[in-house]
């Protein structure tokens, strides 16, 4: 196309006064421009429908599902692979990957990122106004805890709810609230975190799912529960007077566990020695009875004999013991001595206590 501009200068330098164009030399130049043609426009408009045809080609990855839109309301779900929509600006397609834990931050917020981006190692920094908490007991707890999610319904996910993040947290935050409302301090402190990791699970799903957000909680992580800090150190002391306690119960306990079996092992022993003690008394007391029964019958059938062999077996142990000593008389040197009592050697009697 030439609009011949140099000839239109010398046209308006002709005009007397240097008029601007009149009307009729637009039209002119205007008829010129309708009469201009493209070359190869034949193969031009066939390749631009061609390539607008091809672009309804998409790849769905392993871990995504296809959302078709027409025009911008839910068509079908396609799974993963090559698949294919009529072009833009018919239907549209959105990819969600379904199958990617996600997590989202209550309490805190690690310092670097954003809220609901995957775990890495770092600094944070608590959020007061959410993780601070009132107990059952009335008791104020700094929770912080993390939610892991996925998508379970794409279409839900996509269509149902405005924000679906900020609707899991607002759920995660008021389940949380209220399973720590129900339950006292010293559970949430200790012992009784995975009970209140567990109901809170299972409350943060039942409001997800009346709000069919298409959202499912894997999992709910307690990560720094802990007193207020103007408090802490008040609850630092308690804490270790709990342990104290714990500790002088476990000492006492042990000792009882050490001392009462030998108490009772000492007792059994003390009752047996006492039990053959009194066996052996009774049996060496029949004996004896028995002996000396037998000894009287023979001692009535010949009393002089019977006497006389008394008389000789005793002098015989007598004599055979070597630990006794021994001093051997005759009758007239026993008529001569002089009895003697060895005082000295006779035991001592304890003095009386003074009253």
Avoid: C
């Avoid at 779900?77 to 990819?95: C, D, E, K, M, R």
């Amino acid at each position: 196309m030439n609009w011949d501009w140099e000839k239109l200068q010398k046209q308006q330098q002709g005009r007397p006064g240097g008029k601007p164009p009149s009307f009729d030399d637009f039209q002119d130049q205007f008829d010129k421009f309708k009469k201009f043609k493209l070359p190869g426009w034949k193969l031009i408009i066939p390749l631009i429908f061609l390539l607008w045809i091809a672009s309804g080609f998409y790849i769905v990855e392993p871990d995504e599902v296809g959302v078709v839109k027409q025009f911008g309301q839910f068509l079908r779900i396609t799974t993963a692979g090559p698949n294919y929509h009529i072009p833009f600006p018919v239907q549209s397609v959105l990819t969600p990957k379904v199958t990617q834990i996600r997590r989202i931050e209550f309490g805190f917020r690690s310092v670097g990122r954003a809220r609901t981006q995957n775990f890495q190692q770092g600094a944070s920094r608590e959020v007061k106004e959410e993780s601070l908490m009132l107990t059952g007991d009335e008791n104020i707890l700094s929770v912080q805890f993390i939610v892991q999610y996925m998508i379970k319904d794409a279409e839900n996910y996509l269509f149902n709810v405005n924000d679906p993040e900020q609707t899991l947290a607002h759920a995660g935050e008021a389940a949380m609230r209220e399973i720590i409302g129900k339950g006292k301090i010293d559970a949430a402190l200790t012992t009784g975190k995975q009970e209140i990791q567990v109901e809170t699970r299972i409350l943060m799903q039942e409001i997800l799912d009346k709000y069919e957000t298409g959202l499912s909680v894997v999992a709910v992580q307690m990560q720094n529960v802990h007193p207020p800090d103007d408090v802490i150190d008040a609850f630092k002391d308690v804490a270790s007077a709990r342990e104290d306690k714990s500790r002088f119960i476990n000492e006492a306990e042990a000792y009882q566990r050490d001392i009462l079996p030998k108490a009772r092992g000492e007792a059994a022993r003390i009752v047996n020695a006492a039990q053959a003690y009194r066996e052996a008394k009774v049996r060496k007391a029949e004996g004896d009875a028995a002996r000396f029964l037998s000894v009287l019958a023979e001692y009535n059938k010949a009393k002089d004999i019977t006497r006389r062999r008394l008389y000789i077996e005793t002098m015989e142990q007598i004599f055979a013991n070597p630990e006794v000593e021994k001093l051997i008389m005759s009758d007239d040197a026993l008529k001569k001595s002089v009895p003697y009592l060895p005082l000295e050697k006779l035991p001592k009697r304890a003095p009386k206590a003074q009253q």
